[in-house]
T-cell receptor
């Protein structure tokens, strides 16, 4: 079946280092959303991208949607301890349904 | 305060005992969804609803039922729970799925253990 893999599964960084997580789908997605889940919490929406090749920035976070709409990335510049959590990508299959598929998640730990 | 609420937050039950997890949102959202979260698998969609009386299967619907009689409520029913349904469950809601503003708002989660 269709899968959305995220790499890496885990990442430990020193505070101040950059971090990138990659989201790769086996099929085309009509949109890509990113969520952050703090330990013990629920997913919280960060951003949505819908256009091929789209790039959006939120302060230290940069999000990109691939040209083929099958992959995406989230880059955090100069990580802070508040960035700790698991980051998920999600999207609708590009098949006319509104059924979400989520990525496997990347768990980020930031060492002070 | 705009929110999605779920009850109960924690539940330990036994195999075969029917249970319902309630979900309610106060944002007048059309789209509602149930997910289960298991380590290493991310969130997997169980069922979703585009609007009242419109529900559809997600990726892992087996063993679950839902209903959408009112816009604000979307209960998840396990008719005969089994141990493989032990998981963390999230309800979510959003504006219409095909629109530009369809960020999902998640409830706090329900941790279910089936013995």
């Amino acid at each position: 079946g269709q899968q959305v893999m995220q790499i890496p599964q885990y990442q430990h960084v020193q505070e101040g280092e950059d971090f990138t997580t990659y989201c790769n789908s086996s099929t085309t997605l009509s949109n890509i959303q990113w969520y952050k889940q703090r330990p013990g919490g629920h997913p919280v929406f960060l951003i949505q991208l819908v256009k091929s090749g789209e790039v959006k920035k939120q302060k230290r976070l940069t999000f990109q949607f691939g040209e083929a709409k099958k992959n995406s990335s989230l880059h955090i510049t100069a990580t802070q301890t508040t960035d700790v959590g698991t980051y998920f990508c999600a999207g609708f299959r590009d098949s006319g349904t509104y059924k979400y598929i989520f990525g496997t998640g990347t768990r980020l730990k930031v060492l002070a | 305060e705009a929110q999605v609420t779920q009850n109960p937050r924690y539940l330990i039950t036994v195999t075969g005992k029917k249970l319902t997890v309630t979900c309610s949102q106060n944002m007048n959202h059309e789209y509602m969804s149930w997910y289960r979260q298991d380590p290493g698998l991310g969130l997997r969609q169980i069922y979703y609803s585009m609007n009242v009386e419109v529900t559809d299967k997600g990726d892992v619907p087996e063993g679950y039922k839902v209903s959408r009689k009112e816009k604000r409520n979307f209960p998840l029913i396990l008719e005969s729970p089994s141990p493989n349904q032990t998981s963390l469950y999230f309800c979510a809601s959003s504006l219409p799925a095909g629109g530009s503003y369809n960020e999902q708002f998640f409830g706090p989660g329900t941790r279910l253990t089936v013995l």
